[in-house]
């Protein structure tokens, strides 16, 4: 193993801990960590992500444990926030680890049971909805973190997205010309509607870095994929994006940040995009935002209209 190149800068021999691939940067876990948060300090202030508090979806893998114990490192105010989804065997270890290592990081924590929120777990849920399973967790996730991120009156809801997920993504909406997604996606999406503002503070690390977070502070985290996963597609281009960037280092970092830098600029000033018609209103059982799509449609957000759904399939196997 090299040597920690901080330290040699500083004459002091100190065997590297952490080979950092694409920044070709050997270092020690004392300097790792500097590097680490310095780089994450600098994101959340280069997109003006917030200033002290935020709410962090900890779903137990290792990219939002990670931005759990890194942001609360760095001093902002987090509120930690694990969705219990109910799927058997899958949701109990996740809220195991979750829990220990909040507390052995005395990092702030509160559960949410999907179960109380809408009366069935999300194998269940998907059952009703005859929809893809990660599509429904998806539209489930955002709504219970923007509902408990108002409560805790956070500036922002952050999740664990990196560069390799977002480059991906974008390879994946050039190549089949997804214009709306294309205008859109971005490392901020502002508050609108009742929506907190949502942010990516990882977007500057690869999941390697992040690897090597969680190797050095030993974190137990999940591992191995979700029963329900049905996100195959993003896998592909994942790895289509991994062998572009083996033949020409550098290429991710570069596709992502320049698209956000110079291409995305114009895209928002000059391309037309008719954008979906619907309306974002309160929702009039809970207030939370909900989504119509004509001025006849009543106004109910995902989780109230999900538990009308799961009271409805209740009262039919009832009688
Ligand atoms: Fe939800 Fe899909 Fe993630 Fe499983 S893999 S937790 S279903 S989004
Ligand atoms: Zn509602």
């Known amino acids: ?19 950092l691939k694409h920044y070709r940067l050997p270092l020690c876990k004392k300097h790792f960590k500097e ?32 931005l759990w114990q890194a942001l609360t490192e760095l001093g902002y105010k987090v509120y930690g926030i694990h969705i219990n989804l109910g799927i058997p065997g899958a949701s109990e270890k996740a809220y195991e680890k979750v829990s220990k290592f909040a507390e052995e990081k005395g990092l702030d924590l509160h559960v949410v049971n999907l179960k109380d929120e809408v009366g069935a777990t999300l194998p269940e849920i998907v059952k009703l909805r005859k929809r893809p399973a990660c599509a429904v967790c998806g539209q489930i996730k955002r709504a219970l973190l923007n509902k408990y991120a108002k409560r805790f009156n956070v500036e922002a809801v952050a999740t664990g997205h990196h560069l390799d997920d977002e480059a991906a993504t974008l390879l994946a909406n050039i190549l089949t010309w997804n214009l709306p997604l294309l205008k859109r996606k971005h490392p901020v999406l502002p508050s609108r509607d009742g929506f907190v503002k949502k942010v990516k503070p990882l977007v500057r690390f690869t999941k390697a ?18 029963p329900l996963s049905t996100g195959a597609s993003l896998k592909k281009w994942t790895a289509l994006l991994e062998e572009i960037e083996k033949a020409f280092p550098q ?52 989780i109230c209209k999900l538990r009308e759904l799961v009271n409805q399939s209740l009262e039919v196997s009832s009688n």
């Open 209 to 226: 870095d992040i690897k090597a977070w969680v190797d050095l502070e030993g974190i137990d985290y999940v591992k191995g994929e979700c």
């Open 35 to 66: 590097w680490f948060l310095k780089r994450l300090k600098g994101t959340i202030e280069k997109f003006d992500m917030f200033k002290e508090s935020v709410a962090v979806g900890v779903s137990g893998g290792m990219d939002s444990m990670t």
């Open 251 to 302: 290429t991710k970092f570069k596709f992502l940040f320049q698209y956000w830098e110079i291409i995305q600029p114009i895209f928002r000033e000059h391309l037309e995009i008719p954008e979906d018609e619907f309306k974002i209103v309160p929702c009039k059982y809970c207030g939370e935002p909900a989504v119509i799509y004509n001025e006849d449609e009543e106004p109910i957000c995902t």
């Open 1 to 19: 193993m090299a040597l920690c190149r901080i330290c040699k800068e500083k004459k002091i021999i100190t065997k590297a801990d952490v080979y």
